[in-house]
């Protein structure tokens, strides 16, 4: 997730050794390739017909949606902000192991994404060297969670035992970058100290997941970090304006609700207990409400700042928003009613949310091509 001040570097630095935009692409597409598989393997673990590959690959469903789609994506994202051909590698990493989680053995898989891991937090304390400041190094200890994560899994953890530790990766890299934008109404001291003891909280509940204490600490510190970024992040004074301006800040703001609400859960819960509806009903709250959310608000700044074309903002970004909210409602209603049906239908929604959101982004940059050559006449 890039910010408009990250989007500005990367160019500035591609004579020290950035990849040209054209090799970038293929990272990227590496990335949507796990997205794609990886939602397909969710809907078949909720029952869906799914062609032979994709039902292969269900057991592998938050690997590549956590590590082969997200890790490739936010990889790629630094190594651009870095602007240094040696932070390349991580996204590739990542998502060479998005395909070995679908066609090789899990193991592999996770060397790959764990290699990867280690590039991006080499990249992050590169930043956190050059920038000292707490947004940087929440981004440093966001990357270093995704990196315990997978050592942890090639160590032999099974996947719902790391997946806090992958989670807390996306929290944390969202909550440093929107941290960085709180320069433009800068927190309080006290503010800034709340915000440190909640990344305490959220490592402290990491360390102790094998603990009964574990998960409601760390379910107490997302709930706090939901409320701090609600109550100081800049989109509560944006969301008044128009455009992409207010599109983004509604993104950003619903996916601070849905992250209030996988606290909730996990609190309610005492724990995250596999195949449980509370453990569907916090992963997806976290994974879809928050996490996406953040996506397809910042896709019209990220696409630009990684590839470097335009994505011109229009209101049909909406729908595929709303369709996202609406069926993840629908399926943590299912999931709270004991409705598998609602659950399924739910999930379909979300897929197809996602699938939506790609045909407008491509749409987007279509019009965005288009529009050039009148520009320039």
Known sequence: MVTPKRAATPEAHASAGGWPPPWRFPLLLLGFVALFIGAGAGLARLGWRMPELVLAASAMHAPLMVCGFFGTVIALERAVAVGRGWAYPGPLLAGLGGVCAVFGPASIAAAFFLAGSLVL????IDVWRRQSALFTFTLALGAACWSVGNGLWLAG????????????????TIAGERLELSRFMPPAPLAR???????AGLVAGLLGLRWPWGVPVFAAAVLALAAWLMKHDIVRRTVRRSGLTRYIAVCLLAGYVWLAIAGVVMLRA???????ASYDAALHAIALGFVFSMVFGHAPI???????????????FYAPLALLHGSLALRLAGDAAGRIDWVRLGGLGNALALAAFVVFTAGAVVNGWRARPRAAG
Do not use: D
Request: proline share 10%; hydrophobic share 70%.
């Open 121 to 124: 937090l080499a990249a992050s």
């Open 193 to 199: 100290w709340l915000f440190a003891l909640v990344l």
């Open 302 to 316: 990220i696409f630009p700042a990684v590839l470097r074309v335009a994505v011109p903002y229009h209101r049909a």
């Open 157 to 172: 953890w099974t996947v719902p035992e790391v997946v806090p530790w992958w989670f807390a990766f996306l929290i944390l």
């Open 270 to 276: 005492g724990g995250l207990v596999p195949a449980t």
